[in-house]
């Protein structure tokens, strides 16, 4: 962060600000983590905060501390909006273009007429803010939102529930601290928040122990529908309504299963095609290893983005359509494919 966004923050912050803090659609760990820890870190400081998510929160980081006292604007939707118009200020997090949350949300952040404050790691962020600390080479929201504490020089506020929540999308960004986002800044911090009361272990077990059974079989459906097109190194993964129902998929299932397609030995892009018969949509999340920019095939080819190995992205057309546009845009890219990555 710049000295002279430091000493705008500290100014604007003297006296008891109402705050809001807002993620994405769809929140995942980072989403959840860093507005929880920006809102209990605020309300050490005195101020009157409440986070407002667009819609709801995953099981697997239900638990998160502050996850409880959470807003959602699709359910809560006259406190969320009464929250919204009488903040002074409120923090963008995890997101880079008010589009994210969503159109209803988006509605009303447009009409908001106070000011916002935007901490993120994604790339080409919208110019709305007051104050936009936007850095792509950080693994995590979550992690800004550290050095953000730390420019302010209050990691000392920082105790076990911030702590946890911090950690919680410092792990789930990194997936578990092996993403090369993942510096030995990121592990100095890591340690910090484990010296600030953060329970590793049981983090990680809260998150990755949480499976039922119908999700597990959910993930044996993902990986029989599994297909190869080797001779791009790639692999890619669909869902139907149909299956989805037929495993009482929960919000969250299909979080991570796109990763067992780039596990595979030599595939440095993976792709994950959700249907979502109710939204009219096809889902997609894509990863890839190397050089080779997934943000910039969403965008190139489906409505999305996100960061150069982790992006997703949209379809109006039928799960079978957007998957035959995939296979055959992606020979398009068979030599940046096939120099992407090596070990
Ligand atoms: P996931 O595949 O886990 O949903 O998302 C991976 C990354 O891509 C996340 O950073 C997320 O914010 C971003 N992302 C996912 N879907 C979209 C989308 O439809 N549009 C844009 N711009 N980014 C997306
Ligand atoms: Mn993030």
């Not at 005195?46 to 099981?59: K, R, S």
């Not at 990691?155 to 030995?184: H, K, N, V, W």
Request: charged share 20%; proline share 2%; aromatic share 10%.
């Amino acid at each position: 962060m710049n000295t002279n966004d430091i000493n705008v923050l500290k100014t604007y912050f003297k006296e008891p600000k109402k705050i809001v803090f807002v993620a994405h659609k769809n929140p995942d760990g980072d989403a959840v983590g860093s507005t929880t820890a920006m809102a209990m870190f605020y309300k050490k400081l005195g101020h009157q905060v409440q986070v407002v998510l667009p819609n709801g929160i995953p099981d697997f980081i239900a638990w998160v501390p502050g996850a409880e006292e959470v807003y959602r604007y699709d359910l809560q939707n006259i406190q969320s909006k009464k929250a919204i118009n009488e903040a002074d200020v409120i923090f963008l997090l995890d997101f880079n273009a008010l589009h994210r949350v969503g159109d209803d949300m988006q509605n009303g952040l447009e009409t908001f007429t106070g000011d916002f404050i935007m901490i993120d790691h994604h790339q080409q962020p919208d110019d709305i803010a007051m104050v936009t600390y936007s850095d792509t080479s950080i693994s995590s929201t979550c992690q800004m939102v550290y050095h953000y504490i730390d420019a302010l020089g209050q990691t000392d506020l920082i105790d076990e529930d911030i702590a946890t929540s911090i950690y919680t999308g410092i792990m789930t960004d990194t997936g578990s601290f092996r993403f090369p986002s993942t510096t030995s800044t990121t592990h100095r911090i890591i340690a910090d928040l484990i010296d600030k009361g953060a329970k590793n272990a049981d983090i990680h077990n809260q998150v990755f122990s949480n499976n039922s059974y119908s999700r597990l079989q959910l993930l044996g459906k993902a990986l029989t529908n599994l297909v190869l097109l080797e001779d791009c190194k790639t692999a890619y993964i669909t869902l139907s309504q149909e299956e989805l129902k037929q495993y009482n998929y929960n919000k969250g299932d299909t979080e991570g299963i796109v990763n067992y397609a780039l596990s595979l030995k030599g595939i440095v892009l993976a792709g994950i095609f959700i249907e979502d018969t109710d939204q009219g949509i096809v889902k997609i999340s894509f990863r890839s290893k190397g050089n080779f920019s997934v943000n910039q095939f969403a965008r190139n080819h489906f409505d999305g983005g996100g960061h150069d190995n982790a992006a997703g992205g949209r379809s109006v057309d039928s799960l079978q359509e957007t998957v035959d546009k995939f296979v055959s845009i992606v020979p398009n890219y068979k030599q940046e494919l096939l120099v992407s990555y090596e070990i």
